[in-house]
């Protein structure tokens, strides 16, 4: 079965982002403004709370993962909103949302961000269920400009683990307002077993 389309509220979504990825939470909100204010967010207005899909959960990804400045967040996030998967019909944002959304298709998948030479790149690695049930590992790199030597000046990696948390934040409709930190281990100190 399905999903139906997951919604946060930007604010949410931001702290799910940064907790994700590791990102302080205050670059994590200057980086939001900046999308909004760029327009790739929407602006909320008083109760009037807009809320994102995963599709839109995209570019506040990517510009908290590899944006070096926070003035430089909206040309990050533009850049890799349209991102062309090479060989097939579709771009990053669409595939995004479905392993945000559609956990029956993907299992262990991965995303990786990177800088490169010519331009900002993705791939997205993982199993896909096909239709008749066979699960197939894909490789899928998004590109708008070839580099073929694979050197990245930036890489941000999210792991399969950390697309499973991001994926069982975003889709619940129960925690708008928590926020989220890793916990610290608690060590003894003193004495010998």
Same mark, same amino acid.
């Given at each position: 079965?399905?999903?139906?389309?997951?919604? &946060?509220?930007?604010? &949410?979504?931001?702290?799910?982002?940064?907790?994700?990825?590791?990102?302080?939470?205050?670059?994590?909100?200057?980086?939001?403004?900046?999308?909004?204010?760029?327009? %790739?967010?929407?602006?909320?207005?008083?109760?009037?709370?807009?809320? %994102?899909?995963?599709?839109?959960?995209?570019?506040?990804?990517?510009?908290?993962?590899?944006?070096?400045? *926070?003035?430089?967040?909206?040309?990050?996030?533009?850049?890799?909103?349209?991102?062309?998967?090479?060989?097939?019909?579709?771009?990053?944002?669409?595939?995004?949302?479905?392993?945000?959304?559609?956990?029956?298709?993907?299992?262990?998948?991965?995303?990786?961000?990177?800088? &490169?030479?010519?331009?900002?790149?993705?791939?997205?690695?993982?199993?896909?269920?096909?239709?008749?049930?066979?699960?197939?590992?894909?490789?899928?790199?998004?590109?708008?400009?070839?580099?073929?030597?694979?050197?990245?000046?930036?890489?941000?990696?999210?792991?399969?683990?950390?697309?499973? *948390?991001?994926?069982?934040?975003?889709?619940?409709?129960?925690?708008?307002?928590?926020?989220?930190?890793?916990?610290?281990?608690?060590?003894?100190?003193?004495?010998?077993?």
């Amino acid at each position: 079965r399905e999903r139906e389309t997951a919604l &946060q509220s930007v604010s &949410q979504a931001t702290e799910i982002v940064s907790y994700v990825t590791g990102a302080q939470r205050g670059r994590a909100n200057q980086i939001a403004r900046a999308l909004i204010d760029a327009g %790739i967010l929407p602006k909320s207005s008083g109760r009037a709370i807009k809320k %994102i899909s995963a599709k839109e959960l995209l570019p506040l990804l990517a510009a908290v993962a590899m944006a070096e400045t *926070v003035a430089d967040a909206p040309r990050v996030a533009r850049a890799f909103i349209d991102l062309p998967l090479q060989g097939e019909a579709g771009t990053l944002s669409e595939t995004f949302a479905t392993i945000v959304e559609k956990r029956e298709v993907w299992k262990q998948a991965e995303i990786e961000f990177s800088k &490169q030479r010519t331009g900002y790149a993705a791939t997205i690695r993982g199993f896909v269920r096909k239709k008749d049930g066979e699960e197939i590992e894909v490789i899928w790199p998004f590109w708008s400009n070839p580099s073929w030597g694979h050197f990245s000046k930036t890489s941000f990696t999210i792991s399969p683990e950390g697309i499973e *948390v991001l994926r069982n934040l975003f889709v619940r409709d129960d925690i708008e307002g928590v926020h989220f930190s890793l916990s610290t281990p608690v060590t003894e100190t003193g004495g010998s077993e």
